[in-house]
C-alpha cells in the first residue's frame, strides 16, 4: 500500500471490554512497531515485531496488552479488561529492515478512549 | 536511551528563524531525529543525524549536535505558518535489544503566528 494504515481511526468502548487494534504496514517492510502517544507520558514504545517475531516486548505496560503479527504483515494489538489509563493514541510504524538508522513510517494512529 | 527532554512551546513571528532544542541523556545514542506531527496526523521524519555527525543541513532545516553536551537542536529557516506542529526530538541505538527502537521527546509545540 501506499502507506501505514491503521484501523480503526476512533475506537470508544467501556472499562472492562476487549479492544483489538490493527495495523497494516507497508508491503515488503520486515520490521513493525507499536507506540502509545498520551497526555502523561508523551510517546512510548510498546513492542517490536522482526517478522512474525517480537524480540522486544519491553514496552508493554501489563499482561492485559498483547500483539501478534501473521503473515509477516499485518499485527493486531489487542488489550484486556480495559481501563481508563489505557485511552491513548495507539501509533504503529514500519521500517524495512529494523535497524538503527531505518526510517520508520507511521501510521495515523488509533485513538481509543476508555469510558 | 529513555530520557529525551524538550521544551514544550515555541511561538515565533512569520519568517523568523525557529530554533526547537532537546537533550538526551543515553551516551549509545546513535542516531538522532526529528519528527513532526501535525493535527489529526502521524508522525512524519524530517530528518536525522548520525551521532558521530555535528550538523546536517537540508533545504530550510539545520540540525546541530554537541554530544558532548548530549543537546541537539533543530532550527528553521524563514519559519512559515505551515510548520506550525508538534516537532519530536528521537534517538536510537543500533546495538543491543533495543535495536531501531525509538525513544522520544514529550514534543515541543511550534506556533508561527502571521
Known amino acids: 500500500g501506499a502507506g501505514v494504515s491503521q484501523s480503526p481511526s476512533n475506537k470508544v468502548t467501556e472499562k472492562g471490554k476487549d479492544v483489538e487494534l490493527r495495523c497494516d504496514p507497508i508491503?515488503?517492510?520486515?520490521?513493525l512497531y507499536w507506540y502509545r502517544q498520551s497526555l502523561g507520558q508523551g510517546l512510548e514504545f510498546l513492542i517490536y515485531f522482526q517478522g512474525n517475531s517480537a524480540p522486544d516486548k519491553s514496552g508493554l505496560p501489563s499482561d492485559r496488552f498483547s500483539a501478534e503479527r501473521t503473515g509477516g504483515s499485518v499485527s493486531t494489538l489487542t488489550i484486556q479488561r480495559t481501563q481508563q489509563e489505557d485511552s491513548a493514541v495507539y501509533l504503529c510504524?514500519?521500517?524495512?529492515w529494523g535497524g538503527g538508522n531505518d526510517e520508520q513510517y507511521f501510521g495515523p494512529g488509533t485513538r481509543l478512549t476508555v469510558t | 536511551g529513555e530520557d529525551v527532554e524538550q521544551s514544550l512551546f515555541l511561538s515565533v513571528r512569520e519568517g523568523d528563524s525557529s530554533v526547537i532544542n532537546c537533550t538526551y541523556t543515553d551516551s549509545s545514542s546513535t542516531y538522532l531525529y526529528w519528527y513532526k506531527q501535525e493535527p489529526g496526523a502521524g508522525l512524519q521524519l524530517l530528518t536525522y543525524?548520525?551521532?558521530?555527525?555535528d550538523m546536517k543541513q537540508d533545504q530550510r532545516l539545520t540540525v546541530l549536535l554537541n554530544k558532548k553536551d548530549k543537546h541537539l537542536s533543530l532550527r528553521i529557516a524563514d519559519t512559515q505558518t505551515g510548520d506550525s506542529a508538534i516537532y519530536f526530538c528521537a534517538e536510537s541505538t543500533d546495538r543491543g535489544s533495543t535495536l531501531g527502537r525509538l525513544y522520544f521527546g514529550r514534543g515541543t509545540q511550534l506556533t508561527v503566528w502571521p
Open positions: 508491503s515488503g517492510h520486515t520490521a
Open positions: 543525524i548520525f551521532s558521530n555527525m
Open positions: 510504524a514500519s521500517s524495512l
